[in-house]
């Protein structure tokens, strides 16, 4: 693990006097140097706009941006590279995907959202139900934030149309089981779209496997660059969408008396697109597809056994979602009694340990385990033995302060 963290040139910097302890991973976390020499080679040897030139520098950004697409179709094993469509975001695929779908939804149908889900796969669709005249439903969650499933055949009744839901919980680490929702959604043909924000970081993805119909996650949380995201869809689904936003890049003849658009997925990405971002993102993948996976989920268990076994020690603290017991990835939250998470935050900033304190924009799952807010340690592929004792350190420090 010391070789990849020497590939994270700002794990070298100290805050408040001492060595940075960054376990905010699940928020923003770190590009490796292969992704920082990706968009500066972009930026400094053949900056220019895609798509539509013919000289040289032009299609040299050309081939770098589509060679990323094809990057990222491997990393998810997409059927074709053209199911892969860059956006800015988990937020701007869903939201994109929510817009494309309105057509396709009537008053009295039913879109089904846990009750766990980041605000990104929560508000596109309330949204689209206050539009349409559908009713929202949820999968709810039991008091200590796990997914309950065991009346999803009740849930998905024959005017539901659209299933959304996490991969991975971003406040618990929790991972859905997109098997048993998958067979509920094929039962009556609803179309199932996952975010996976949470989960490429950790991995591979096989989205043809998962048999989910979209998929969406952010760059900036898979070691890429911040400001692009990725959209995947079915070929059939994605054709049938309509254009999102339109202008430059995405028509195939414009005339005064109307517009005929591309087919290919660049007709749903409309004007200049982030090129940079993407490119980057496509080093981040291939960067991600060659780790020793094996080992690092091994070292990660190891790291969430210490930190459950050492919060323990912490009187008045409580975790929220499953134990070790069951399948998840190394994002842990959790409440101390008598200490804001934001103190808790702050506190810990002037050791050195970078922390998330808030609802993590999962207010329904907040409201649901009956707390306002929580502090949240999430751990990426660089983070070490020592990063743990020093939060667990930083931890009591706060406690003797707060308390």
């Known amino acids: 693990m010391f070789d990849i963290r020497r590939q994270f040139p700002i794990l070298g910097r100290e805050v408040n006097g001492y060595p940075l302890c960054y376990l905010d991973n699940a928020a923003t976390t770190f590009s490796p140097t292969v992704v920082l020499d990706k968009v500066r080679e972009f930026e400094t040897g053949y900056r220019a706009n895609v798509a539509r030139g013919v000289h040289r520098l032009a299609s040299e950004a050309t081939d770098a941006y589509e060679s990323a697409r094809a990057s990222v179709a491997k990393y998810i094993n997409a059927k074709d590279v053209n199911e892969v469509v860059f956006t800015s975001g988990t937020t701007g695929s869903i939201n994109q995907l929510a817009f494309g779908l309105e057509g396709s939804i009537n008053p009295g149908d039913e879109i089904l959202v846990s009750t766990l889900e980041h605000h990104s796969n929560f508000v596109p669709w309330q949204m689209l139900c206050q539009r349409t005249g559908a009713t929202l439903r949820l999968i709810p969650v039991s008091s200590e934030g796990i997914l309950d499933l065991s009346a999803i055949g009740e849930l998905v009744g024959e005017r539901c149309r659209i299933i959304a839901v996490t991969q991975v919980s971003n406040v618990t680490g929790d991972i859905s089981e997109l098997r048993t929702i998958s067979a509920a959604a ?28 979209f998929y969406a996650f952010s760059g900036h949380k898979c070691y890429g660059p911040t400001g692009v995201g990725v959209l995947w869809g079915k070929s059939e689904w994605l054709e049938q969408l309509p254009e999102f936003m339109v202008g430059g890049g995405m028509v195939e003849r414009v005339t005064v008396s109307g517009t005929t658009f591309l087919t290919s997925n660049q007709r749903l990405e409309a004007g200049t697109p982030p090129i940079a971002q993407a490119i980057g993102l496509g080093a981040a993948v291939e960067w991600l597809e060659q780790l020793p996976w094996g080992e690092i989920r091994e070292h990660e268990a190891r790291l969430m056994n210490q930190l459950f076994r050492d919060l323990n020690t912490i009187s008045g603290l409580r975790t929220i979602g499953s134990d070790l017991n069951q399948p998840r990835m190394p994002i842990i939250s959790f409440d101390i009694e008598g200490c804001h998470p934001h103190d808790i935050c702050h506190i810990a900033d002037q050791y050195g340990v970078a922390l998330r304190g808030g609802h993590h924009c999962a207010q329904p799952l907040m409201d649901a385990v009956g707390v306002m807010a929580t502090t949240r340690a999430s751990m990426a592929v660089f983070t070490s033995q020592e990063d743990i004792e020093t939060l667990v350190v930083a931890l009591h420090k706060v406690v003797e302060v707060l308390r």
């Open 186 to 213: 094929k039962r009556v043909g609803a179309k199932l779209v996952v975010d996976g924000a949470q989960a490429v970081p950790h991995g591979p993805v096989d989205v043809q496997a998962l048999d989910i119909d």
